[in-house]
């Protein structure tokens, strides 16, 4: 190792970046040279071609030990919440004001005029109290947490711990990574009381179990799943009329949570906040980072007095947000209250329609296929009649929304479909995954599919330059 070290080409590599990192990636090229030598890979002609590449190996091996394990990729999957790729992706105001409020002090809990501390959550609550305050009859408040889960959690831990909290046996749903809602009741210290069946609930369920222990009420919205055929359940309004008759809470876990009337986005049938709230649901619970479009957060909205409760609550303190989360959530939120709606990512590709979507797909194929024409290889090839190896084609297809959000609602889309001479689909969608930026595809039937809709328009050109190095 030391006389590695005293070569001039690893000497150098070490003035520059530091002896430390370049003598953890020498050891590991080391250690990979031995490991082959002891399995019989490599000769002694073998092992002195690789020895005269070392100093390149162990740059490589830096490189990738000191680069960034979180990375942008491009969708084009046609998922916009994608939960496994980060799901909302941020307003470029939102990014403009975290990175003000994180690379300088800021008044996070301080108040200015009055010079004293002050509180975190009035950088969103009077947004909020604008968004929704305005149509819902009683006073109406909203604090912030790190997800929806821990909105779920702090709700039932502070209004109903050593209680009873009544649920329809059909809405006990298991979210990504296996968190469930029975799961998340027994660490609030709530006791879960189920009636109906998978299928049917009807409000007089809800009437019979209630006794002397019961707590509250609990709606969970089927965000990620559909039952449909044989099916009953209780409605928003027996619910409520059911909690006011009885002087118990009514909570709806939203899940997604709109902000907006998604009908005119071409999603039905998804219930918004401001629907919960109008209806008289007393706390509801939802996600800032799906159909809301902005950072990962669980938001607790409803009636004033309750979540009051909440926000005293120790839990509070242990699952609140940072500056960062509040600066993006503040400039998403703004967006909303000046209607620039396309200004949230999100909401701006469930817009996209089929056409324009169409039209980006037709200019994407025809820059590929130019410069397929104008690259040397390629002409030769055309003259020879021989066909190009890449092959593309315009087919109908559907996003969805994803994210444990409108399990049922499609969009309609125009898709390129991609295949390479020599390559299968899995292949190819993996060499796709290995350009720079990383692409990320749909495989369907064979076939490797690239939806524009989920990818940013600057990002078109990453995608023509990766497959001409496929074609190549």
């Given amino acids: 190792m030391d006389e590695l070290l005293r070569t001039p080409g690893v000497a150098a590599l070490a003035a520059g970046e530091g002896i430390s990192p370049v003598t953890d990636a020498a050891r590991a090229v080391l250690d990979r040279l031995r490991h082959e030598i002891s ?8 092992l002195q071609l690789a020895l005269q590449g070392v100093k390149s190996a162990i740059e490589v091996h830096m490189r990738k030990a000191l680069s960034y394990s979180l990375r942008a990729v491009i969708n084009a999957t046609g998922v916009i919440l994608h939960t496994n790729l980060g799901r909302a992706p941020l307003t470029e105001a939102a990014m403009e004001h975290i990175r003000e409020t994180a690379t300088r002090y800021s008044n996070l809990e301080f108040e200015i005029e009055a010079g004293a501390r002050g509180k975190r959550d009035v950088h969103v609550q009077r947004l909020f109290q604008r968004l929704l305050g305005d149509d819902v009859k009683v006073a109406c408040s909203t604090i912030v947490v790190n997800n929806n889960a821990a909105a779920v959690l702090l709700a039932l831990n502070t ?11 059909g809405e006990l749903v298991e979210i990504g990574g ?3 809602i029975p799961d998340v009741m027994a660490k609030s210290g709530a006791i879960l009381r189920e009636v109906g069946t998978t299928n049917r609930t009807r409000v007089a369920d809800y009437e019979k179990a209630i006794n002397e222990r019961t707590r509250l009420l609990l709606r969970v919205h089927r965000s990620n799943f559909e039952v449909t055929g044989f099916t009953e359940k209780a409605s928003t309004t027996e619910l409520v009329e059911l909690a006011r008759q009885r002087a118990l809470p009514l909570i709806e876990d939203l899940g997604s949570g709109a902000l907006v009337d998604l009908e005119s986005f071409g999603v039905a049938g998804e219930p918004g906040v401001l629907d919960s709230l109008r209806a008289g649901v007393d706390v509801v619970t939802y996600s800032g980072d799906k159909l809301l479009g902005g950072p990962q957060a669980g938001l607790i909205s409803g009636r004033a007095d309750l979540v009051a409760r909440m926000r005293s609550n120790s839990l509070f303190r242990a699952l609140r947000v940072d500056k960062l989360t509040y600066a993006a959530l503040e400039a998403t939120l703004l967006a909303y209250v000046k209607r620039d709606h396309d200004a949230i990512p999100t909401l701006k590709m469930m817009r996209l329609t089929k056409n324009e979507i169409g039209r980006r797909a037709e200019a994407l194929a025809a820059k590929v296929r130019s410069d ?6 390629r002409k030769e090839r055309g003259k020879d009649g021989a066909p190009w190896k890449l092959e593309i084609a315009f087919v109908d297809g559907e996003s969805v929304i994803g994210g444990g959000a409108a399990p ?8 390129l479909a991609v295949s390479r001479e020599g390559l299968s689909a899995d292949e190819l969608a993996a060499r796709l995954r290995g350009s720079d930026p990383p692409i990320i595809a749909r495989v369907e039937e064979g076939r490797v599919l690239l939806d524009l809709r989920t990818v940013f328009p600057e990002q ?3 995608i023509v330059k990766a497959l001409e190095q496929i074609a190549a």
């Fill in 39 to 46: 399995c019989g890979f490599l000769d002694r002609p073998g």
């Fill in 159 to 169: 209004l109903a711990e050593g209680g009873e909290v009544i649920v329809s046996r």
């Fill in 178 to 180: 296996s968190f469930r």
């Fill in 372 to 377: 397929e024409n104008s690259h040397p290889s």
């Fill in 408 to 415: 049922s609602a499609v969009l309609p889309t125009r898709l």
């Fill in 460 to 462: 078109d050109e990453a």
